[in-house]
């Protein structure tokens, strides 16, 4: 059984790495790959009633990483039809690459850290698209928003959902992450953004398409701050939500799209019909690509039903088998997490590891959180970031392995050199 779930899972990523030679949208290979392993899993089972119980526990955890996927792709394309980033935008007014490539980058690097990877993935993707109107430039500073976002949500409790998962499970405290994995997931993003900007300068790269479009739109600037600053505060209330309620996230993201909804609604009921309906989050509702929230649920249906299989647990113990050493095993697994999703991969750790074993903030789980959190920027399918990236930017597999995958790395190990070297400073617990 496993090996034929091996191949099945290989078929389908093969499928999806090469949508654009077979013609075949990734959310079809994703989600027929998500069906045949659990398919697999039933066939060869001797209790259906325990496997559909068990499909059952893991759609009710991915449905909520889905409404909060959908939920934030409603509300930021809220803000942009009511041109609610021309606030940021206007404030933007540099031709030159590099500069521009050091603003997004810590815009994004913070902004993460403060919501998570995959909503401030959606924020600064669709602050581009106002920003550049080079497909190519558009592209490019996708691809660094990804290492960004991966880089800034790795260090925060609230910025990645492996963080997240350690934190809840008390592998670590929310102090210690933030001051351990700071400094690694901070060289993870700057290594790259220097190499990036002395090649950049060298070649004198300027972006004349650094212009705003200046057009005539259907609301006023106190309209454009309401929506705005009513958006950016309501994904910023996610996280506070959760922790006053104990809800999970997505709950506070969908009352924050409600209240929006309703904000809206009578902001512009004396409108037109024809008017206000390009303004509605009905319409938004229209706008965003659920294409790409299909391909995301078939990527986690797929990896679940590997978990099930136990797969999973039983790459871990073989890490150990084979390796030995934790930190390389570790850097391995951040590796991995780059091919397969990084959530399954942290809970199997979870589930391998006691708290006897490593304690509370024992550099294992810490080093565990960078490596997780931003080894999946090796690949554009690697994180939630980068899955939403491709969605929303069409992003080709090759085109990021080519351009973004080295430079991504190169930050990854540099991020890696810098915790085992703060540890061989302050001491290893």
Same mark, same amino acid.
């Given at each position: 059984?496993?090996?034929?779930?091996?191949?099945?899972?290989?078929?389908?990523?093969?499928?999806?790495?090469? +949508?654009?030679?077979?013609?075949?949208?990734?959310?079809?290979?994703?989600?027929?790959?998500? $069906?045949?392993?659990?398919? %697999?899993? %039933?066939?060869?089972?001797?209790?259906?009633?325990?496997?559909?119980?068990?499909?059952?526990?893991?759609?009710? +955890?991915?449905? =909520?990483?889905?409404?909060?996927?959908?939920?934030?792709? %409603?509300?930021?394309?809220?803000?942009?039809?009511?041109?609610?980033?021309?606030?940021?935008?206007?404030?933007?007014?540099?031709?030159?690459?590099?500069?521009?490539? @050091?603003?997004? =980058?810590?815009?994004?690097?913070?902004?993460?850290?403060?919501?998570?990877?995959?909503? *401030?993935?959606?924020?600064?993707?669709?602050?581009?698209?106002?920003?550049?109107?080079?497909?190519?430039?558009?592209?490019?500073?996708?691809?660094?928003?990804?290492?960004?976002?991966?880089? =800034?949500?790795?260090?925060?409790?609230?910025?990645?959902?492996?963080?997240?998962?350690? @934190?809840?499970?008390?592998?670590?405290?929310?102090?210690?992450?933030?001051?351990?994995?700071?400094?690694?997931?901070?060289?993870?993003?700057?290594? !790259?953004?220097?190499?990036?900007?002395?090649?950049?300068?060298?070649?004198?790269?300027?972006? !004349?398409?650094? *212009?705003?479009?200046? +057009?005539?739109?259907?609301?006023?600037?106190? +309209?454009?701050?309401?929506?705005?600053?009513?958006?950016?505060?309501?994904?910023?209330?996610?996280?506070?939500?959760?922790?006053?309620?104990?809800? !999970?996230?997505?709950?506070?993201?969908?009352?924050?799209?409600?209240?929006?909804?309703?904000?809206?609604?009578?902001?512009?009921?004396?409108?037109?019909?024809?008017?206000?309906?390009?303004?509605?989050?009905?319409?938004?509702?229209?706008?965003?690509?659920?294409?790409?929230?299909?391909?995301?649920?078939?990527?986690?249906?797929?990896?679940?039903?590997?978990?099930?299989?136990?797969?999973?647990?039983?790459?871990? %113990? @073989?890490? *150990?088998?084979?390796?030995?050493?934790?930190?390389?095993?570790? $850097?391995?697994? =951040?590796?991995?997490?780059?091919?397969?999703?990084?959530?399954?991969? $942290?809970?199997?750790?979870?589930?391998?590891?006691?708290?006897?074993?490593?304690?509370?903030?024992?550099?294992? @789980?810490?080093?565990?959180?960078?490596?997780?959190?931003?080894?999946?920027?090796?690949?554009?399918?690697?994180?939630?970031?980068?899955?939403?990236?491709?969605?929303?930017?069409?992003?080709?597999?090759?085109?990021?392995?080519?351009?973004?995958?080295?430079?991504?790395?190169?930050?990854?190990?540099?991020?890696?050199?810098?915790?085992?070297?703060? *540890?061989?400073?302050?001491?290893?617990?």
């Amino acid at each position: 059984m496993e090996l034929l779930l091996s191949a099945i899972f290989v078929l389908g990523y093969a499928a999806i790495a090469f +949508e654009h030679p077979i013609k075949i949208n990734k959310a079809a290979s994703a989600l027929i790959t998500g $069906v045949l392993c659990w398919t %697999v899993l %039933v066939v060869f089972s001797s209790d259906s009633h325990q496997i559909n119980h068990q499909l059952e526990e893991h759609m009710g +955890e991915l449905s =909520g990483i889905l409404f909060f996927l959908l939920g934030a792709m %409603v509300i930021v394309e809220l803000v942009d039809a009511h041109d609610g980033f021309q606030i940021i935008t206007d404030r933007i007014n540099t031709d030159s690459a590099s500069k521009l490539l @050091w603003m997004v =980058g810590f815009i994004t690097f913070f902004l993460s850290a403060a919501l998570d990877n995959l909503t *401030t993935t959606i924020v600064m993707i669709s602050l581009m698209r106002k920003i550049l109107k080079d497909q190519k430039d558009r592209l490019f500073f996708a691809g660094i928003i990804v290492v960004a976002a991966n880089a =800034g949500g790795a260090w925060s409790p609230l910025g990645d959902v492996t963080t997240t998962m350690l @934190w809840i499970g008390n592998q670590v405290s929310a102090g210690s992450i933030v001051l351990k994995v700071f400094l690694p997931s901070l060289a993870c993003l700057v290594v !790259p953004l220097f190499y990036l900007s002395y090649k950049m300068k060298k070649e004198g790269k300027t972006l !004349p398409s650094v *212009t705003l479009k200046k +057009e005539k739109t259907n609301t006023t600037k106190r +309209e454009r701050n309401i929506v705005f600053f009513l958006g950016v505060g309501g994904l910023l209330f996610v996280p506070i939500f959760k922790t006053l309620t104990h809800l !999970p996230p997505f709950m506070g993201m969908l009352f924050s799209l409600g209240v929006l909804w309703v904000v809206t609604e009578l902001m512009h009921h004396e409108k037109d019909t024809e008017d206000k309906s390009v303004l509605s989050v009905v319409h938004a509702l229209r706008k965003i690509d659920a294409s790409s929230v299909l391909f995301f649920l078939g990527i986690l249906v797929a990896i679940s039903a590997l978990q099930s299989a136990g797969m999973l647990k039983d790459l871990a %113990v @073989w890490l *150990t088998e084979t390796i030995g050493n934790e930190n390389v095993i570790v $850097v391995a697994i =951040g590796l991995l997490s780059s091919i397969v999703d990084n959530v399954p991969l $942290v809970a199997a750790a979870q589930g391998m590891y006691s708290l006897e074993q490593y304690p509370t903030d024992h550099t294992f @789980w810490e080093f565990l959180a960078y490596c997780a959190g931003t080894g999946g920027s090796a690949l554009i399918i690697g994180s939630a970031a980068g899955v939403a990236a491709m969605g929303m930017e069409k992003i080709d597999f090759f085109w990021y392995l080519k351009k973004i995958s080295l430079l991504a790395l190169l930050g990854y190990f540099a991020g890696v050199a810098v915790y085992l070297l703060q *540890t061989q400073i302050i001491g290893s617990h």
